[in-house]
């Protein structure tokens, strides 16, 4: 990092954190990118795009119950992927555990310790007694604190470090100063785990009663709803029966769909902050998802260690990329203060889907490139190929032919194994994407 820069981000400091914070003994080391896998695919695309370490869910035990999540013998396979690629994988089992799930929990442990060298590298774990069985079943596994556990201050980091965890997750409302100032509080060799886009819980850390208390189904069990998001009314208490919207002006009813989080254009300072591990939420997204979101945060961090100055020069660019994998629009969250209304949609509870996901290349026949089709595209569109260590391609589709190699004009059926012709050279894990007419 060279002297201009250095002043430039310390001048940027000085007025965030607390006086006497020592810059100069900050840890530079390279973060860690941590991104989400829902499933055997999404893990290997992690891999090929950029990730450092993935998370996943088992079939059991994790907060996205409604993501496809990982068979054992799935889990295993993409450990061994992952491990042959220099990478590294956590395991939720972070739900709020009730006495029935501890006897399961525990033959879960022992099931994934038989992996042997290919089992987890950490759980991400949120409950006391599931951090016990952990510790007893498993005891060479890194434990890495969840979310879901509030962690909000040094004194909680601490307690945890003493308990032999290794890192633990802030919560999502801590600001870049909170952070900082834990950082310089807590033990060198403890792991600082941010979440640094994505989504955004209108609960405490994502402890969410909506779901359970609406349709019995409990968000700290993993099998979360998304209420919070639903088209709610008020009722006068003197009116009753008389459904009133909730609107502010003509912005809508939407009053707890916030923006996602995206904090691309801060890498700096997350660096400066010390945090260790840069962490994407969205287990339940797309390949295309992962590897938009993995590609740019990869290269973003890579730039901002090689120079500083191209770090800058390309910010731009990586907001514009990051941009097309499917949003609610962007917020730095609780970062830098308290999200305002300017932080909340309320006009719409949908996602921004500004491109499409048309395939992942497996491999190659006669010339010809196989995917399974995810959407339907047809002979003569325009799409883009993005590959996992290369600029975006932009191309026209030549030919498609079904499995026997007959002629198709277009592709229509969802999962269809179709060969393609882009006029270009592709390759496995290349990622094939339709920009949508605004």
Same mark, same amino acid.
């Given at each position: 990092?060279?002297?201009?820069?250095?002043?430039?981000?310390?001048?940027?400091?000085?007025?965030?954190?607390?006086?006497?914070?020592?810059?100069?003994?900050?840890?530079?080391?390279?973060? $860690?990118?941590?991104?989400?896998?829902? @499933?055997?695919?999404?893990?290997?695309?992690?891999?090929?795009?950029?990730?450092?370490?993935?998370?996943?869910?088992?079939?059991?035990?994790?907060?996205?119950?409604?993501?496809?999540?990982?068979?054992?013998?799935?889990?295993?396979?993409?450990?061994?992927?992952?491990?042959?690629?220099?990478?590294?994988?956590?395991?939720?089992?972070?739900?709020?555990?009730?006495?029935?799930?501890?006897?399961?929990?525990?033959?879960?442990?022992?099931?994934?310790?038989?992996?042997?060298?290919?089992?987890?590298?950490?759980?991400?774990?949120?409950?006391?007694?599931?951090?016990?069985?952990?510790?007893?079943?498993?005891?060479?596994?890194?434990?890495?604190?969840?979310?879901?556990?509030?962690?909000? *201050?040094?004194?909680? &980091?601490?307690?945890?470090?003493?308990?032999? #965890?290794?890192?633990?997750?802030?919560?999502?409302?801590?600001?870049?100063?909170?952070?900082?100032?834990?950082?310089?509080?807590?033990?060198?060799?403890?792991?600082?785990?941010?979440?640094?886009?994505?989504?955004?819980?209108? #609960?405490?850390?994502?402890?969410?009663?909506?779901?359970?208390?609406?349709?019995?189904?409990?968000? *700290?069990?993993?099998?979360?709803?998304?209420?919070?998001?639903?088209? &709610?009314?008020?009722?006068?208490?003197?009116?009753?029966?008389?459904?009133?919207?909730? $609107?502010?002006?003509?912005?809508?009813?939407?009053?707890?769909?916030?923006?996602?989080?995206?904090?691309?254009?801060?890498?700096?300072?997350?660096?400066?902050?010390?945090?260790?591990?840069?962490?994407?939420?969205?287990?339940?997204?797309?390949?295309?998802?992962? #590897?938009?979101?993995?590609?740019?945060?990869?290269?973003?961090?890579?730039?901002?260690?090689?120079?500083?100055?191209?770090?800058?020069?390309?910010?731009?660019?990586?907001?514009?990329?990051?941009?097309?994998?499917?949003?609610?629009?962007?917020?730095?969250?609780?970062?830098?203060?308290?999200?305002?209304?300017?932080?909340?949609? &309320?006009?719409?509870?949908?996602?921004?889907?500004?491109?499409?996901?048309?395939?992942?290349?497996?491999?190659?026949?006669?010339?010809?490139?196989?995917?399974?089709?995810?959407?339907?595209?047809?002979?003569?569109?325009?799409?883009?190929?993005?590959?996992?260590?290369?600029?975006?391609?932009?191309?026209?589709?030549?030919?498609?032919?079904?499995?026997?190699? @007959?002629?198709?004009?277009?592709?229509?059926?969802?999962?269809?194994?179709?060969?393609?012709?882009?006029?270009?050279?592709?390759?496995? &894990?290349?990622?094939?994407?339709?920009?949508?007419?605004?």
């Amino acid at each position: 990092m060279d002297n201009e820069y250095e002043a430039v981000i310390k001048n940027i400091y000085d007025g965030i954190f607390k006086e006497g914070y020592d810059f100069m003994s900050i840890d530079r080391k390279k973060p $860690e990118l941590l991104i989400p896998a829902g @499933n055997l695919e999404i893990l290997r695309t992690a891999v090929m795009y950029g990730a450092d370490a993935i998370y996943i869910g088992g079939d059991m035990y994790g907060l996205r119950a409604k993501a496809r999540n990982f068979s054992m013998e799935d889990m295993k396979e993409g450990i061994a992927f992952a491990h042959e690629h220099g990478k590294k994988v956590y395991v939720t089992a972070n739900i709020t555990a009730h006495n029935q799930d501890l006897e399961g929990i525990r033959r879960y442990f022992k099931e994934l310790k038989a992996f042997g060298k290919d089992k987890p590298d950490a759980f991400i774990i949120s409950d006391p007694g599931v951090f016990t069985i952990a510790k007893e079943e498993v005891p060479e596994i890194e434990i890495h604190i969840s979310t879901q556990a509030n962690n909000t *201050n040094y004194e909680t &980091y601490k307690f945890w470090y003493n308990l032999g #965890a290794v890192r633990v997750v802030s919560a999502r409302e801590m600001s870049m100063e909170e952070i900082a100032d834990l950082r310089a509080k807590i033990p060198e060799n403890m792991e600082i785990e941010t979440f640094v886009h994505g989504a955004m819980c209108i #609960a405490y850390s994502g402890r969410c009663l909506l779901s359970n208390y609406f349709t019995g189904r409990d968000a *700290n069990m993993g099998e979360c709803t998304h209420s919070c998001r639903w088209k &709610y009314h008020i009722v006068e208490e003197k009116r009753p029966g008389e459904f009133l919207p909730i $609107e502010e002006n003509d912005r809508g009813t939407y009053i707890f769909n916030s923006k996602d989080l995206c904090m691309i254009e801060y890498i700096p300072e997350i660096v400066t902050a010390g945090i260790n591990s840069l962490k994407v939420e969205g287990r339940m997204k797309t390949a295309l998802y992962v #590897a938009t979101v993995a590609r740019t945060y990869r290269k973003a961090i890579d730039d901002y260690f090689e120079d500083p100055n191209l770090y800058e020069k390309n910010k731009s660019n990586y907001l514009e990329e990051v941009s097309k994998g499917i949003n609610r629009q962007f917020t730095t969250g609780f970062f830098f203060g308290k999200p305002s209304h300017k932080d909340q949609i &309320y006009n719409s509870n949908t996602y921004d889907r500004a491109y499409t996901y048309l395939g992942t290349i497996s491999g190659e026949r006669d010339g010809l490139y196989n995917l399974q089709q995810k959407n339907k595209f047809s002979v003569g569109e325009e799409i883009e190929v993005i590959k996992p260590n290369s600029d975006t391609i932009y191309t026209i589709v030549k030919k498609i032919t079904d499995d026997e190699g @007959n002629d198709m004009e277009s592709c229509p059926h969802p999962k269809q194994s179709i060969y393609i012709d882009l006029g270009v050279e592709l390759e496995p &894990y290349d990622i094939l994407r339709r920009k949508e007419v605004e």
